[in-house]
């Protein structure tokens, strides 16, 4: 029997790590295989406190890693791939291991939906990138593409003119499905232009960005669009094909919070992207992450007190 099972090993569900261990619970993380979340996918975090020189993603992941070790948390690297939280105690299997447990953090993350090219894995990091406010600032004084049609694309774009020179968003239809107000904002702004009917088909270069090649889904015309950078804006999906049925989730997949962590089942809590699709960010995960241990704590003192003081009081 864990008192703690983390699922997810992101910066959320290592901070969760750290902040239990040091409350002595000895939690076990379900790291998955692809561990570390989406900072792995990151070259050079800047935005993150305390390295003012930046740090590459997968230097501060480890890094966390091995504080959350150094406390007590043991690690699983491999994917939950049920959980049973109909009754207690809570139930979570990894391959054909069943873990008990009397609290669990969810902090499995959400991934960004990518358009699936070789050359576009291949230069991941490297221009190629799900996040302008992690990685806008390395374009200044460069044109970036965009591709995506919904609110997250114009709020991408319209971020990334800050630092851009021009901003080229490219649009498989010939009308957007984004708010009216961004819409309006987007095609107002005099360093945005747009490609409508047209489809990334290849993105060019060899250690870094230099163009992306572009398809017409209407003629099959293509031609190549000179670019420094691209960013994939077509949305994310959230970790928890596994959660159905078990937790209560909203229309888009992400686990409904209650008072910042609580989910719908008792000693089940929640942190990181799992469950916000708003800010998305490494700091705001590890807030979350630490919040949710401290509720995990406390409902542990309070789960255990509850028999202490009925026999007391007998």
Same mark, same amino acid.
């Given at each position: 029997m864990e008192q703690v099972i983390v699922l997810g090993s992101g910066p959320a569900g290592l901070t969760a790590a750290i902040y239990a261990a040091r409350a002595s619970l000895s939690p076990l993380v379900v790291a998955g295989r692809e561990a570390g979340g989406q900072l792995m996918l990151t070259t050079e975090v800047e935005n993150f406190p305390g390295f003012p020189e930046g740090i590459q993603g997968p230097e501060l992941m480890d890094a966390m890693r091995r504080q959350a070790e150094r406390f007590g948390?043991?690690?699983?690297?491999?994917?939950?791939?049920?959980?049973?939280?109909?009754? *207690?105690?809570?139930?979570?299997?990894v391959g054909?291991?069943?873990?008990?447990?009397?609290?669990?953090?969810?902090?499995?993350?959400?991934?960004?939906?990518?358009?699936?090219?070789?050359?576009?894995?291949?230069l991941r990091g490297r221009g190629v990138s799900s996040c302008a406010t992690c990685d806008g600032y390395f374009f200044q004084g460069k044109k970036v593409v965009v591709v995506g049609g919904g609110d997250t694309a114009m709020e991408e774009a319209l971020f990334l003119t800050r630092f851009a020179t021009e901003v080229v968003v490219v649009h498989r239809r010939d009308a957007l499905r984004a708010s009216k107000v961004l819409q309006d904002r987007a095609r107002a702004h005099p360093k945005i232009r747009f490609v409508w009917n047209a489809v990334v088909e290849e993105v060019l270069g060899d250690k870094s960005v230099e163009g992306v090649r572009l398809r017409d889904v209407k003629t099959g015309e293509t031609r190549v669009e000179p670019c420094h950078?691209?960013?994939?804006?077509?949305? *994310? !999906?959230?970790?928890?094909?596994?959660?159905?049925?078990?937790?209560?989730? !909203?229309?888009?997949?992400?686990?409904?919070?209650?008072?910042e962590t609580r989910t719908s089942v008792e000693g089940v809590f929640c942190a990181g992207d799992v469950? !916000?699709?708003?800010?998305?960010?490494?700091?705001?995960?590890?807030?979350?992450?630490?919040?949710?241990?401290? !509720?995990?704590?406390?409902?542990?003192?309070?789960? *255990?007190?509850?028999?202490?003081?009925?026999?007391?009081?007998s």
């Open positions: 948390a043991r690690f699983v690297d491999d994917d939950a791939t049920g959980v049973d939280f109909t009754g *207690h105690p809570l139930k979570v299997t054909d291991q069943t873990y008990e447990a009397e609290a669990v953090i969810v902090a499995t993350g959400a991934s960004a939906r990518w358009l699936g090219l070789p050359s576009e894995q291949r950078g691209l960013f994939v804006a077509i949305g *994310h !999906d959230p970790n928890t094909g596994f959660l159905r049925g078990q937790l209560d989730l !909203d229309e888009r997949g992400y686990v409904v919070v209650h008072d469950a !916000d699709h708003r800010y998305r960010q490494a700091i705001t995960a590890a807030a979350a992450g630490c919040k949710a241990a401290m !509720d995990a704590e406390k409902y542990l003192e309070a789960r *255990h007190a509850a028999p202490l003081a009925s026999s007391a009081s």
